[in-house]
């Protein structure tokens, strides 16, 4: 009998097969043994209940270890993500975690400006929360009054309740002036402005389409459009002499460029106030933008979630507004709106789709099944959005502190001899860091914010992180700093610049 063994070749008989079988088990054998001799002793489980893993973990660890299989494979979509990145928004954001200021116990720590909160009217929501937070939960009862337990633990509609639906379309339409109405039909809530984004960029564009985001832009675009819809950004760019404004010469250039590498062009998303500049869009503007998409037969995604974190004297116009004026398909327009700016409750994870497309409306339910708000937050917000008594003191606290803050921040940075673009919302600012350079460059910017995160301890989001086509500015978030930290942002600023002279 001829028989073909794995390491002994060809075999003879039956001797041949028992030699043929034996020895390379003996080989296998012998070189796990060698193989456990060589690896580190395996470290003492850290905590008790670790010390007994599952019967089918030991043996793949045993395998894992010592076999040839090499390294366990994951998708190729996910290894992009799961690398470090290269973007110094998220590396200034790393950094800080590493070593947080705080006023009493770490006064030389790193100070965050890179991050869109704000706590200034925590007193306000402390306030509400701990009067109605329990209540608001609890407040469906059944035929008995009793609190009924099924109205928060079964399912429920993903899309959201309608009773918060008619909540978010009345708060919405109360913080954008109530020039506008939004209708609870057309509306998703999502868990946050960040899959409000995802989901329209997916219900949009096809993997490898592009839509056009006029720059300087929210680095989390990136994230959000490209991870896992494969939809790719194509920056428009807007220079400080239009105090960085969009327009439709600049949108016809980047659109036609994208077309000649090959991009099809789906839409154009921006956000509305700007961030990270902080100024409006226009109503003119955005009259402008939804010509120029009706034309070029464009989506537009206006991403209004700081529509009530306005502060100047020029009012917001919502994209929804001028959409429902009747000159235009509205079929194309997209809103999106959540909580996490205007309420400073990003904790909460609530946002809002609101789209005049009514496939995009039923796509957009159905995806929400993948990441829906959970449904006692959900009673939660319900009871905040329809308190119409707090929701008019908090706003009007929000926005008092907000341009008390920036009137403050932008003071100091002006007796430094640094100036900052023209705004009037957002929690941040858009400071002109250029005569701090060394270079004028991408490279001096970069070295800048290092040294700002590693000499001044100050995490500010360069404006390349931002696609930024001029070096030398940054995005400064200041409304979770408190009063007395200005002053201490201020004076290590100043060490830097007079250390860079
Ligand atoms: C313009 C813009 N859109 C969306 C988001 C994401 O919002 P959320 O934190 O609710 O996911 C942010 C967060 O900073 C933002 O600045």
Not at 334 to 341: E, F, M, P, R, W
Not at 467 to 491: H, K, N, Q, S
Request: aromatic share 10%; hydrophobic share 40%.
């Amino acid at each position: 009998m001829r028989l073909i063994v794995p390491l002994r070749g060809v075999v003879q008989g039956r001797g041949g097969l028992f030699v043929g079988s034996l020895i390379p088990c003996c080989l296998f054998y012998f070189l796990q043994l060698y193989l456990k001799r060589r690896s580190p002793p395996d470290p003492p489980p850290s905590d008790s209940h670790l010390g007994e893993l599952p019967r089918t973990s030991s043996l793949s660890n045993l395998f894992s270890r010592g076999s040839s299989m090499g390294r366990v494979r994951i998708s190729a979509r996910a290894v992009p993500v799961a690398k470090p990145t290269d973007s110094t928004y998220y590396i200034g954001l790393e950094r800080v975690k590493t070593d947080p200021y705080d006023r009493i116990s770490n006064k030389e720590g790193i100070i965050q400006l890179g991050l869109a909160e704000s706590t200034l009217c925590f007193d306000l929501l402390q306030r509400w929360m701990s009067e109605n937070l329990m209540e608001s939960m609890m407040m469906q009862s059944d035929g008995n009054g009793e609190f009924d337990i099924s109205s928060i633990a079964m399912y429920q509609p993903f899309e959201g309740l309608l009773e918060l639906r008619v909540a978010f379309a009345g708060f919405m339409s109360r913080i954008m002036g109530g020039n506008v109405t939004f209708d609870p039909a057309n509306m998703v809530i999502t868990a946050g402005g960040t899959p409000a984004i995802e989901v329209l960029a997916f219900c949009l564009a096809d993997h490898g389409n592009a839509l056009l985001i006029p720059s300087p832009y929210y680095p989390g675009f990136d994230r959000d459009i490209k991870f896992r819809t494969g939809v790719e950004l194509i920056p428009v760019h807007c220079r400080s002499s239009d105090n960085f404004t969009v327009t439709v010469s600049a949108l016809e250039q980047a659109l036609n460029q994208a077309r000649k590498r090959g991009f099809k062009v789906s839409g154009i998303l921006f956000s509305n106030p700007s961030n990270p500049v902080g100024n409006i869009v226009s109503r003119e503007t955005l009259n402008d933008i939804l010509r120029f998409a009706q034309e070029k037969n464009l989506h537009v995604i206006s991403d209004e979630i700081f529509a009530g974190s306005v502060y100047g004297d020029k009012a917001f116009v919502s994209m929804a507004e001028v959409a429902s004026s009747g000159e235009f398909d509205k079929s194309r327009v997209h809103v999106i709106y959540g909580l996490s700016k205007d309420l400073s409750i990003p904790g909460f994870r609530a946002g809002v789709i609101y789209s005049f497309h009514e496939d995009v409306v039923n796509a957009a339910k159905k995806l929400m099944r993948f990441s829906s708000v959970p449904v006692p937050v959900q009673r939660i917000l319900i009871s905040l959005l329809s308190d119409a008594r707090f929701i008019e003191e908090y706003m009007a606290a929000h926005r008092g502190r907000i341009r008390d803050k920036h009137a403050r921040f932008v003071e100091g940075l002006r007796g430094l001899g640094i100036p900052c673009a023209e705004s009037c919302g957002g929690l941040y600012c858009w400071v002109d860091m250029r005569s701090l350079l060394t270079c004028y460059s991408e490279k001096g910017e970069v070295d800048l914010f290092e040294k700002l995160l590693s000499v001044a301890k100050i995490n500010a989001t360069p404006g390349t992180a931002c696609y930024c086509i001029e070096p030398g500015w940054f995005r400064c978030c200041f409304t979770a700093l408190a009063d007395e930290d200005i002053p201490v942002v201020m004076e290590r600023i100043r060490r830097l610049a007079e250390s860079s002279r």
